[in-house]
C-alpha cells in the first residue's frame, strides 16, 4: 500500500509505503512501514505527519495490530516525527539483518 500526499496540481510532494504481514503471536495483521519520504523542498510542512497519519488511519481501517518501522541511528528527525506520533523505540528487541 503506497499513500502519495499531492498538491492542488497533483505534483508529488511524497509518499509513505507500507507491507502487509501476519503477526502469529498476536494472531493478526500488522504493517511494516517500509518508507517515508517527503521531497526536499517539502520537509518541515507536515507533509510527514499527513503520511504517518495516513498509514495509522488505514492500520486501524484493516484492523491491523500496529506498525512498525525503523530508521537509521542518525536520523534524529525522523525520529523525532515517529516519537511525537506516538511511536515507541521497542528496546526490548535487535533488529538483525542478513545482507545477500
Known sequence: MIFIAED???????????YPTFSSISAKKT???????VYKM?????????LMDSAKKYAIEIEANGLSLET????????????K?????????LHYYLGI
Open 8 to 18: 492542488l496540481h497533483n505534483n508529488p510532494l511524497g509518499f509513505v509505503q507500507l
Open 31 to 37: 504493517l511494516i512501514l517500509n518508507d517515508l519520504f
Open 42 to 50: 517539502y520537509r518541515n510542512k507536515n507533509i510527514g505527519k499527513l
Open 72 to 83: 537509521s541511528l542518525d536520523n534524529k528527525v525522523a525520529q523525532n516525527l515517529y516519537e
Open 85 to 93: 506520533l506516538g511511536y515507541v523505540n521497542d528496546r526490548k528487541t
